[in-house]
């Protein structure tokens, strides 16, 4: 039996671990996560930029894809890291919940917009590009700010408050993105596999697209209001300092 | 024989739901959960857990009254766990359903293909052994739901059976309609391949049915007991040494070979997603094995020998 010394260390210890796991990331952890969302705030923030010397160079919104196609490309897809944070327990968020909208996101950038190079020219790609690009740098400054215990009600406001018009802008500009590339996915028959083959399988990219289209009408309303939820429950009570749960 | 008092609370609202007086000392939390049904029939007792503390663990119905750290007056918090339906339902329902359903592509009946295959059969002698075997295996599952295991839970909640069945129903869907189809590839290496994967296919049967015997004879008629599983006289039960449920071993082994006897990626993604899930129940397995056991063999892996 352990002496009463030991016993007592031993359960102060156990304390302290249980405290540290329950308080989220280490300083490790969070030192990285503020570089993350730097790194990611500035990328964004070159996007903007982008957009707009673009804009006023051409004096027209047509074509601008074009002169934030690559850092567009290097920073939506870096935040496939956004999954690995999850996995790793660093952030509490759950891996399905940010592998799906990453994913999509991933999927609309490159299964969408860089294969079907048709759809590269239409206004609907600045429109998703223009609410994405607002969306992450608020998001992802929010973020920053957060790990770093100096959240300004600005940019809480401004997370909470803006994707009222601003994910509905988004979602309109990848539903008509997608809707634009069905023909030229359906003549030139991509990303589909046809039978007989001799792994005996098929898929129709152009009717996964429809599906893709369809899957917006369930998945959009549960998402908006969630939003809507949230920003009552962190914007109303912004006196409260105690967690409802 | 002193009585007992017993009074039951919402656990979440502590609103006083029932009072029981004049109960036995030696009641079970079962017969308990009879009387509570009596007083509010819309709370059957497979949808009540009953728990000494608010936010406990559910106590089971073979505890009895007088061995529970209560007073003579009883104090228990009730939550609703929603509407229940018995495990030997959904068993059935979510086997027979790829049973029939893969019979309908079998024969292509109509609306299916192209109307000119409609009620056509295949010209590949591997299209029928899959049929076959596809139908022995749920056919298999049925009698064993039927005559062999004996279900430590009654029931699950409700809307298990609608995630079951999408799950069951829609893979073997997908699956059938390329195994039976007109422009169906047979396998590459031919008669060499579907024959080697018969073998394996028959064999992880055998194991399977093996395992569920095993495991039923551990447990006597209407108990919920649980006991180590060991190796019995049948060598299908061998794998007993390296491994805590072999029964998932044999199932992904079984899987394999119809992928193999197919030669058809949907049943490779079948198998692969049933892999995940059975490794995620093994371990779970396992687990409580080695909790619940001090002398549980160390040499045991979850479901793959040394792997995993």
């Known amino acids: 039996m352990s002496s009463p010394a030991t016993g007592t260390s031993k359960s102060i210890q156990d304390d302290a671990a249980a405290a540290k796991k329950r308080k989220g990331p ?3 952890a969070t030192a990285y996560l503020v570089i993350y969302n730097v790194v990611m705030t500035a990328g964004w923030l070159v996007i903007a930029v982008g957009l707009v010397r673009a804009y006023l160079a051409r004096g027209s919104y047509h074509g601008l894809y074009y002169s934030i196609e690559k850092p567009l490309k290097f920073f939506q897809t870096g935040a496939l890291l956004e999954i690995l944070h999850c996995a790793a327990g660093i952030v509490p968020s759950s891996v399905v919940l940010t592998g799906f909208q990453v994913m999509s996101r ?5 299964a969408v917009t860089h294969s079907v190079r048709e759809v590269q020219s239409e206004d609907s790609v600045l429109l ?3 609410a994405w ?18 959240l300004p009600y600005l940019i809480k406001w401004a997370r909470y408050t803006l994707f009222i018009v601003l994910y509905p802008m988004g979602v309109s500009g990848e539903l008509l993105t997608i809707y634009a590339a069905l023909p030229y996915v359906q003549k030139t028959g991509l990303y589909s596999v046809t039978l007989p083959n001799k792994y005996n399988f098929s898929f129709d990219y152009y009717t996964f697209l429809i599906l893709a289209m369809v899957s917006y009408i369930p998945l959009f309303p549960q998402l908006y209001f969630h939003m809507l939820r949230q920003r009552k429950k962190v914007l109303g009570h912004a006196e409260d300092t105690t967690k409802l749960e | 024989m002193k009585h007992y008092e017993v009074e039951i609370l919402d656990a979440r609202t502590k609103a006083k739901l029932c009072f029981l007086d004049k109960v036995e000392p030696n009641a079970t939390i079962g017969e308990i959960k009879s009387m509570f049904h009596k007083s509010h029939p819309q709370w059957y007792p497979a949808r009540q857990s009953i728990r000494l503390d608010s936010k406990g ?14 007073g003579t007056t009883a104090t228990f918090y009730f939550r609703d766990l929603g509407a229940q339906i018995s495990w030997v339902t959904v068993f059935l329902t979510e086997y027979a359903g790829p049973l029939l359903l893969y019979l309908l592509f079998y024969f292509r009946v109509p609306l299916v293909y192209a109307p000119k295959y409609d009620f056509t059969s295949s010209q590949h002698w591997v299209v029928h052994l899959a049929c076959v075997c596809h139908s022995f295996h749920y056919l298999k599952r049925l009698l064993e739901t039927l005559f062999v295991h004996r279900f430590s839970h009654g029931t699950m909640p409700l809307r298990n059976i609608f995630k079951n069945c999408t799950y069951y129903w829609g893979f073997a869907a997908w699956m059938a309609y390329y195994i039976n189809h007109p422009l169906y590839t047979p396998p590459v290496y031919g008669e060499q391949q579907i024959r080697l994967a018969l073998i394996l296919f028959l064999f992880c049967q ?3 049915f093996s395992i569920h015997v095993a495991l039923r004879n551990l447990r006597p008629p209407g108990s919920k007991t649980r006991k180590i599983p060991y190796p019995t006289k049948n060598p299908f039960t061998w794998v007993f040494l390296l491994v805590s449920c072999p029964n998932y071993t044999y199932e992904l082994g079984s899987w394999l070979g119809f992928s193999l006897m197919t030669q058809c990626l949907p049943v490779a993604a079948f198998t692969g997603v049933g892999f995940i899930q059975m490794t995620v129940w093994a371990r779970g397995k ?5 909790r619940e056991f001090r002398g549980y063999p160390p040499l045991r892996s979850p479901i793959l020998p040394f792997i995993l």
């Open chain 1, 133 to 150: 690009t607002i969306t992450e740098i608020i998001r992802y400054s929010y973020y920053t700010f957060s790990l770093l215990n100096h």
């Open chain 2, 57 to 70: 663990k559910s106590l089971k119905d073979e505890e009895v009254l007088q061995h529970l750290p209560v």
């Open chain 1, 128 to 130: 998703f590009v223009s």
């Open chain 1, 106 to 110: 991933v999927f609309l950038t490159w």
């Open chain 2, 206 to 208: 055998m194991g399977n």
């Open chain 2, 286 to 290: 396992h687990r409580g094995y080695r």
């Open chain 1, 26 to 28: 280490g300083a490790l």
